[in-house]
Structures are given as structure tokens and as C-alpha cells.
């Protein structure tokens, strides 16, 4: 990797964490007020965030990890399904995810393996009414 790729793909990792970071700390006040549009609103702006920035490093396992919880808080959002306990709950499993993957990220610069597809699948049933 070129010194300029090497110094935007670190900025991206800073960026994530950030992210994730503030994630965590809306996502204790969304349990806490599970109706505060706000909390959803930034949760999901988060997620957004994320998931376009993993796109530009074509990281493929974040993006479609970071989509699918993007899907699943849109929905929420735009007042089509209510927040419950398992959202949270598979939510935080993907944030989860997520970290482990930028961690990854950030020591080997390259996108580690691995398989999401029972979160993701699982965050796009609920998303879609199941």
C-alpha cells in the first residue's frame, strides 16, 4: 500500500472507531429512551457513514455487515417497525462485528475473512417484518 493509501485507509480506521465508539454511547441512551427519535437518527447517520466509507477500500465484509444493520435502523426510523429489546440486541451483535473487523483493519490493513451472513441475514428478516 502507497504512503497516501496507507494514510487515508488510518484516517478511516480513527473515523470508525469514532463511530462505533458513539454508537455504544447512543445505543445505552436508546435503551434507556427507546423512542428518542434523535438517538435513531444519529445511530443510523453512524451507520451510513460507515457503511460508504468501507466502500471506497472495497472492504465488501463491512459494507454488507454495515448495510444490514443501515436497513434494518432505516426502518426504525422512518417509523415502520418499532425498536424492541431483540433489535438492540442483534443491533449491538453487528456493532459487534463491526469493531472486530476495523480492529483487523487497523493491525493488517487488510479485511480479515469471515462469515456475518447469520447477523445479516437475521437483521434484514427483522427489517422486512419477520
Given at each position: 500500500?502507497?504512503?497516501?493509501?496507507?494514510?487515508?485507509?488510518?484516517?478511516?480506521?480513527?473515523?470508525?472507531?469514532?463511530?462505533?465508539d458513539q454508537l455504544?454511547?447512543?445505543?445505552?441512551?436508546?435503551?434507556?429512551?427507546?423512542?428518542?427519535?434523535?438517538?435513531?437518527?444519529?445511530?443510523?447517520?453512524?451507520?451510513?457513514?460507515?457503511?460508504?466509507?468501507?466502500?471506497?477500500?472495497?472492504?465488501?465484509?463491512?459494507?454488507?455487515?454495515?448495510?444490514?444493520?443501515?436497513?434494518?435502523?432505516?426502518?426504525?426510523?422512518?417509523?415502520?417497525?418499532?425498536?424492541n429489546q431483540e433489535?438492540?440486541?442483534?443491533?449491538?451483535?453487528?456493532?459487534?462485528?463491526?469493531?472486530?473487523?476495523?480492529?483487523?483493519?487497523?493491525?493488517?490493513?487488510?479485511?480479515?475473512?469471515?462469515?456475518?451472513?447469520?447477523?445479516?441475514?437475521?437483521?434484514?428478516?427483522?427489517?422486512?417484518?419477520?
Amino acid at each position: 500500500m502507497d504512503d497516501n493509501l496507507d494514510e487515508i485507509l488510518g484516517e478511516f480506521v480513527i473515523e470508525a472507531g469514532e463511530i462505533l465508539d458513539q454508537l455504544d454511547i447512543d445505543f445505552v441512551e436508546l435503551e434507556k429512551n427507546p423512542d428518542e427519535k434523535k438517538l435513531i437518527e444519529n445511530i443510523f447517520r453512524g451507520m451510513h457513514t460507515l457503511k460508504g466509507s468501507s466502500g471506497f477500500f472495497a472492504f465488501k465484509r463491512l459494507e454488507k455487515l454495515a448495510h444490514a444493520c443501515e436497513t434494518l435502523l432505516s426502518k426504525v426510523r422512518e417509523g415502520q417497525i418499532a425498536l424492541n429489546q431483540e433489535m438492540v440486541t442483534i443491533l449491538l451483535e453487528g456493532f459487534d462485528a463491526l469493531r472486530i473487523i476495523i480492529t483487523v483493519v487497523s493491525d493488517t490493513k487488510v479485511e480479515p475473512e469471515g462469515d456475518d451472513s447469520a447477523i445479516i441475514s437475521t437483521l434484514l428478516t427483522i427489517a422486512n417484518g419477520g
